[in-house]
């Protein structure tokens, strides 16, 4: 089991430039736990003793009104740190986490994690790397909100998705697995029978086209 939370720490891009033994230090360290689909790993406002990096499958960061509709920030997948957030301010957690699939997750407890950050300025530097693009996307989001209709909204939602999550084919074509319709309806503030409707309007001519599950979307429009 060890070595398989070495390798996935080895590829995680917070700790891309950890020497060896720092790495095996990290590995005693770290924890691999399977979580089930639709687990939440914790709720917004509870109070944070860990951070974890998703090892395999794929969770979502959600916020709930107070009327419980939900709204999602963002999904997160293989290799990417979640839950840093809390740790870095002492604060409560500032959104939920819910699984989105089968997943496994590396946690690392809270003060190991303050004494890697402590002791490995890359670490932090990378960190704040990765901070920095979160809020640059959510910018992107928050634009998109305020001046995209529905469909501008969802064909950058996909171009996301795929940039991301996506596989190159091979000959010219991404292609990205979709959230439900109710996920992405989530995510782009609209309703699940709008983003049904909409799936089905884009077509290959637009370099975006939709089948079953399935998003198949031009490489040139990803650059
Ligand atoms: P934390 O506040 O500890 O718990 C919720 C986590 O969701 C947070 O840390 C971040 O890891 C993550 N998160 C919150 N908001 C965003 C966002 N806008 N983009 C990406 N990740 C986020």
């Keep these: 089991m060890s070595d398989r939370v070495r390798e996935l720490l080895a590829s995680v891009e917070l700790f891309g430039e950890m020497l060896d033994d720092e790495i095996d230090d990290l590995t005693a360290l770290a924890q691999i736990k399977k979580l089930g689909k639709d687990t939440t790993v914790f709720h917004a406002g509870d109070p944070a003793d860990a951070v974890f990096v998703v090892a395999s ?19 997160l997948g ?26 496994e997750v590396l946690v690392i407890n809270r003060s190991d994690f303050q004494r890697l950050l402590d002791s490995n300025p890359r670490i932090s530097q990378r960190l704040m790397a990765i901070l920095s693009r979160r809020l640059r996307r959510a910018n992107a989001k928050m634009e998109s909100l305020a001046y995209m209709d529905v469909a501008g909204r969802l064909a950058r939602y996909l171009l996301d998705l795929a940039r991301d999550h996506g596989q190159r084919l091979g000959n010219g ?51």
């Design 78 to 103: 293989a290799g990417q740190v979640f839950g840093e957030m809390a740790l870095l301010e002492s604060a409560p957690r500032s959104a939920s986490v819910v699984t989105l699939s089968t997943v």
């Design 173 to 223: 074509w991404v292609v990205v697995r979709r959230p439900t319709h109710s996920d992405i309806a989530h995510s782009i503030g609209t309703s699940r029978e709008t983003v049904s409707r909409l799936i089905n309007e884009f077509e290959e001519g637009f370099g975006l086209v939709n089948k079953g599950k399935f998003t198949y979307i031009r490489e040139n429009l990803l650059e």
């Design 57 to 75: 499958g794929r969770i979502k960061v959600v916020i709930t009104s107070t009327d419980g509709k939900e709204f999602i920030l963002t999904v």
